[in-house]
Structure formats: C-alpha cells, structure tokens
C-alpha cells in the first residue's frame, strides 16, 4: 500500500487501502493517525474498495467476520541517545553516546557516534543520526553542578589569647585546615584559637557531591603598650 502523510507527519493525507469497519475502530480507537507516549505512530481506517485511494475518516457501512484494516507502526525515532551521567559537577566530564545510524553529527561539529563533553554549565547538545536514507535529530540535557563555598570571620582581627567565630556555607559536610586552634574541624562554624596569624580553608561537599573551598584569614594583633621601646641609651648601647 502507499500512504501519503502531510508534511509535518502528524496525519495521513490519503492511502491507497485502510479497511475496516465499525467494530474495528472501536478496537484501536483510531480514526485516521495516532502517537503514543514514545512517539510511535499508528494508522487506521477504512475503504469500501482494495484498489481506490482512501481518506482518514472515510467509512464503510459493513459488517464483517473478517478483519480487513490495518495498522501501521512506525518508530518515532531511529535514534537511541544516552549520557554516562546525565548530571555532573563542574569541571567533571560525561560521555554522550548516539546509535541507530550510521552517520553522526552533533552541534558541537563532531562526527562520531560517542562524544566526551566537560561543559561548564548546563547544556543542551543535538545530534542528527542518518542511515542513508532516514535521518532525525535527538537532543540530550546535561545538568551541571556549581557548588558554592563561602568562609567568614567574626572579627577577622584578634588579639593574642582571644578568638574568632568561624563560619562556612554552602555545603552538608565541612573539613576545615589546619587543625590548629579550632576546637572542630568539620563543623561549619569552629571556633578559632590560633597562636599566630593563620589563614584557615574549609573544603565543602554540596548534596550533589560536588565540592568547593573557601579561606579567611585570622590576623593576630600585637597591643602597642605590648612592646617595650627604650627611651635612653648608655654609651656602650647596654
């Protein structure tokens, strides 16, 4: 049979042969073209003729213990397109893989059926797979994770002896370095104690897994009245 679609593929326009009858449209509860959930499609109807071109909704007014339609399957799509990991953390790499065809082309200029991508936000990549004489295209979401670490101080400037409240945001577990003067290390907001002027970093893991890390500086600041100054000197400097 020959079947003409319009142009955009989502009706038929005539076919040289449907068949069917009443019982049958009930059956497939289809008149004319249907997709379902994959997008495969499936046609139906009727003719009172096997020889004359036939319309969607045409009908012929018989009964019959025979079933004359049929039903045509057609694959949406000859592409099957998968992602190692659909989801990453910035600066990690997944591998895109395309099949069904034997001609690639994706929107990034690559011509293979696999392409290893490290994008550094979320992006969409499209590829048009073609057999030779089919083709279709199938675009695939990479999701990109950008965790966000953040270190503060209260105060940022202590005296010898005194200490600062740390804190950190933006993971669920917290290592913090060095140990040093704090009494936690993996607590978002140690408490620090350095003996000298230290900078302390803290490394983040989000609920992504992915990870981050941030730093804030303790000054340690000596009193003036601290430092004793001469104000004479002897002859030999004593």
Excluded: K
């Excluded at 499936?42 to 071109?53: D, E, L, R």
């Excluded at 900078?199 to 009245?225: F, K, Q, R, W």
């Amino acid at each position: 049979f020959l079947t003409l679609f319009s142009p955009n593929g989502s009706s038929v326009v005539w076919s040289t042969y449907y068949g069917g009858n009443n019982d049958e449209y009930a059956y497939f509860s289809v008149i004319g073209m249907a997709t379902n959930s994959v997008n495969d499609a499936a046609i139906v109807g009727s003719t009172a003729s096997t020889n004359n071109i036939s319309y969607g909704n045409a009908h012929q007014n018989m009964l019959s213990a025979a079933y004359d339609a049929f039903v045509a399957r057609f694959p949406g799509s000859i592409i099957q397109l998968t992602a190692s990991d659909s989801a990453i953390c910035v600066g990690q790499t997944t591998t895109l893989t395309a099949a069904g065809g034997t001609n690639y082309l994706w929107s990034t200029g690559d011509t293979t059926s696999s392409l290893m991508v490290s994008p550094a936000n979320t992006t969409t990549y499209a590829v048009t797979v073609s057999n030779g004489t089919c083709s279709a295209v199938e675009n695939i979401t990479v999701n990109v994770n950008v965790p966000s670490a953040a270190a503060s101080a209260t105060p940022v400037t202590i005296a010898p002896g005194d200490n600062a409240q740390l804190d950190a945001t933006g993971g669920v577990t917290y290592q913090w370095s060095p140990a040093e003067g704090l009494n936690c290390t993996t607590c978002a907001n140690p408490i620090a104690s350095p003996a000298s002027s230290t900078t302390y970093c803290v490394l983040i893991t989000d609920s992504n897994g992915c990870a981050d890390d941030a730093c804030i500086s303790i000054n340690i600041e000596i009193p003036c009245e601290d430092i004793f100054v001469p104000n004479a000197f002897s002859p030999n400097n004593d």
